[in-house]
């Protein structure tokens, strides 16, 4: 079920991306008065699930869900039509038109793309605020993994600095970490400030763990898996682990640590159960686990602040999340030539962006995830290369410099590299996706 809703939502926001692009192509075509033959949401090839002709226009919806287009007359694109381009041009071509306004038909697109997420930020600001863990409001400080204690990190050290600079929001601790490729973050350890400093070595383990520390929580049970040893105990939901073996322990490294080292042993857990402490006997299985579920609600045990804004208040504050969020694209798709991150090693395709989703329908996280996904369409589509609109406007911008316009053949041979070069990214992209499901 978890993976029905999050394919669900994927399919919609992509839908709808689709919908929002082209919608920025057919406006400024339109505009100029220049015929849009077909405005397609997905691709078809040999048959289409849908088609209506609306005056010069068929509306319709492809079978292969990997994008949408609309073809333009007068101008050579994934269509390939080279009949029409051998006939005379007429006054409602693409052809035909002034060179700034084939630019702006071209970046029709992506205009949109950047205008839709700035709206959705702006609306999701101001029906939801901003809510968030400072980090210095991370009392417990922080729990690592095994990549975090490679950098030189211990749970409990509270952060700092990273490179410097301090960081106002925890969850983003780790991308400044990767995203900038911090040298060293300052930590207080045991009431001393400390400098750790990140080695090299540690970069493209940090590509495949992003989430290498997180806040450190008392170990509190919400419930349950199948066949829990914990439940069969005598566990009970609410109850806080606060001893084991007559040792004193509250967070969830400290308890996870301890059962690890305890597999196939009778062990006594003692839990704060309402004021009371009740002593549990507990045979550890060779898992190490208890199979308990844990409260990760920030809430429940931090303050969080929570930034809210009023209808005028959420457009500077879009246009402001709309730039932070570019900017942090941008710095992560540079990660993908980086010799030491080999960022394009996890390069992601639709498996990868439907885990962004949550299990759980959640309009927040949909229509945040969305307004991101647009950002990074735009960006995607600006980049010059041939068949991308970014390619495009790369020849268009040769002709307003020059005088010169590319040939149609140049264009017909770009224009099926450009088709190769995206397919092959695809490929990569997704193929990556299928080798990490067995891994």
């Known amino acids: 079920m978890e993976i029905l809703v999050k394919a669900t939502q994927l399919i919609l926001s992509l839908s709808i991306l689709v919908m929002v692009h082209e919608m920025g192509h057919f406006f400024f075509a339109r505009l100029f008065k220049t015929r849009v033959e077909k405005f397609y949401l997905f691709f078809n090839p040999w048959f289409s699930l849908f088609k209506k002709k609306v005056g010069d226009t068929e509306y319709g919806m492809g079978w292969l869900p990997l994008g949408g287009y609309v073809k333009i007359s007068g101008m050579i694109d994934e269509s390939m ?6 006939q005379p041009p007429q006054p409602y071509e693409f052809r035909t038109k002034r060179t700034w306004q084939r630019l702006l038909i071209m970046l029709g697109g992506i205009i949109v793309n950047v ?13 939801w605020g901003e809510e968030y863990l400072p980090v210095s409001e991370a009392k417990y400080g922080i729990m690592v ?12 050290d509270r952060i700092l ?19 900038d490729k911090a040298s060293y973050i300052e930590v207080e350890r045991n009431g001393v400030k400390t400098k750790v400093s990140i080695p090299k070595t540690i970069w493209s383990e940090l590509r495949n763990n992003p989430s290498f520390i997180d806040a450190r929580m ?15 105990a005598g566990i009970k939901i609410g109850d806080k682990i606060v001893l084991f073996n007559n040792e ?3 967070f969830i490294d400290e308890v996870r640590d301890r059962l690890r080292n305890s597999k196939n042993k009778d062990v006594v857990i003692s839990v704060l159960r309402n004021k009371d402490t009740v002593a549990i006997s507990v045979k550890v299985p060779d898992t190490g686990l208890l199979g308990v579920a844990l409260e990760t609600n920030l809430a429940k045990f931090f303050t969080l602040k929570k930034i809210e804004y009023g209808f005028f208040e959420s457009f500077p504050a879009g246009v402001s999340k709309t730039f932070t969020m570019l900017d942090f694209y941008v710095k992560q798709f540079k990660l993908i030539f980086d010799k030491d991150i080999e960022g394009y090693k996890s390069m992601g395709g639709f498996i990868a962006i439907g885990k962004f989703f949550p299990g759980v329908w959640d309009w927040f996280s949909f ?14 589509n600006l980049l010059p290369i041939p068949a991308l609109d970014g390619g495009h406007v790369l020849f268009l911008l040769y002709e307003m410099i020059t005088g010169r316009k590319p040939s149609d053949k140049f264009l017909e041979h770009a224009q099926i590299v450009g088709m190769i070069i995206i397919f092959g990214l695809l490929i990569w992209a997704n193929g990556n996706d299928i080798i990490g499901l067995f891994k």
Do not use: C, H
């Open 218 to 232: 008392p170990f509190v049970i919400t419930g349950y898996t199948k066949e829990s040893v914990g439940e069969k």
């Open 248 to 250: 004193p322990v509250q």
């Open 81 to 86: 039509d080279k009949e029409q381009m051998k």
């Open 367 to 380: 229509w945040t995830m969305t307004a991101f996904l647009s950002i990074i369409l735009a960006f995607m």
């Open 161 to 179: 600095t990273v490179n410097g600079k301090k960081v106002e929001n925890f969850r983003r601790i780790t991308s400044e970490v990767i995203i």
């Open 145 to 156: 993994d095994s990549t975090g204690t490679k950098m030189g990190l211990m749970n409990g």
């Open 115 to 127: 205008v839709f997420a700035f709206l959705v930020y702006s609306m999701v600001l101001f029906t």
